[in-house]
């Protein structure tokens, strides 16, 4: 299993990036994907995630209504788009998926929101 984010980068306050995350060694459409954060100092905590293959979403309270989980089976890709960003988003981003009882992650993608 590998999972390889990408997107991160420097944005002002207010703005708007859209993360990638590529999977391979698994059959991606199956299984769950979420994208988590840590920022320093901070634990890893959960951003967005697809609770299951099917398409059911879950958002931490914090992103509701300005970041979007998604993804493309035939890409096997899952993305975040993060909009109207602020400085309390800054942090490593992350994918993450649980295969055969085992969890996997990305190396992470810096996001810097800052003027």
């Known amino acids: 299993v590998q999972l390889v984010e990408s997107g991160g980068g420097l944005v002002q306050p207010g703005g708007s990036l859209r993360l990638s995350c590529a999977a391979s060694?698994?059959?991606?459409?199956?299984?769950?994907m979420s994208w988590y954060r840590q920022a320093p100092g901070k634990e890893r905590e959960l951003v967005a995630a697809?609770?299951?293959?099917?398409?059911?979403?879950n958002y931490a309270d914090s992103v509701k209504g300005r970041f979007t989980i998604s993804r493309d089976n035939a890409k096997n890709t899952v993305y975040l788009q993060m909009n109207s960003l602020k400085p309390e988003d800054s942090a490593v981003y992350y994918c993450?998926?649980?295969?055969?009882?085992?969890?996997?992650w990305g190396q992470g993608t810096q996001v810097t929101v800052s003027s």
């Open positions: 060694g698994f059959t991606f459409s199956s299984y769950a």
């Open positions: 697809f609770t299951s293959a099917g398409g059911i979403t």
């Open positions: 993450n998926t649980w295969y055969r009882g085992n969890s996997y």
